[in-house]
């Protein structure tokens, strides 16, 4: 499988972006897709993940009523819709991938195989 994430950018806070994470390769069949992030000289931090073939979702409680997860199955994208963003949310953003669900969330970054190269998401006035 092979991720590339786009969509990154500068905006105000209080802004929206949308990232993609566009899959090839592979059926993404069986696998979980999540967000990650790292902030300067911060450790990686979980976003979010979905569950690709079933409509299961987790998202970490520092984006939750901010950032929506979707999917484009014919494209084989996931999207991470970023609302009233603030600067903590400055971070470089990853996708990754990686087979089967785990119970309560894949949310350790050490599960995932594959990963996108990273985009640069900054929020600053």
């Known amino acids: 499988v092979q991720l590339q994430a786009s969509g990154g950018g500068l905006v105000q806070p209080g802004g929206s972006l949308r990232l993609s994470c566009a899959a090839s390769g592979s059926t993404l069949h069986n696998y979980a897709v999540g967000w990650f992030r790292q902030a300067p000289g911060k450790e990686f931090e979980f976003v979010g993940a979905d569950k690709w073939s079933g409509s299961i979702q987790y998202l970490a409680d520092a984006v939750k009523g901010r950032f929506i997860i979707s999917k484009d199955r014919a494209k084989k994208t996931l999207y991470l819709q970023m609302n009233n963003l603030k600067s903590e949310d400055t971070a470089i953003y990853y996708c990754?991938?990686?087979?089967?669900?785990?119970?309560?969330?894949?949310?350790?970054?050490?599960?995932?195989?594959?990963w996108g190269q990273g985009t640069q998401v900054t929020v600053s006035s």
């Open positions: 990754a991938a990686k087979m089967g669900w785990t119970a309560g969330g894949p949310r350790d970054k050490e599960d995932y195989r594959y």
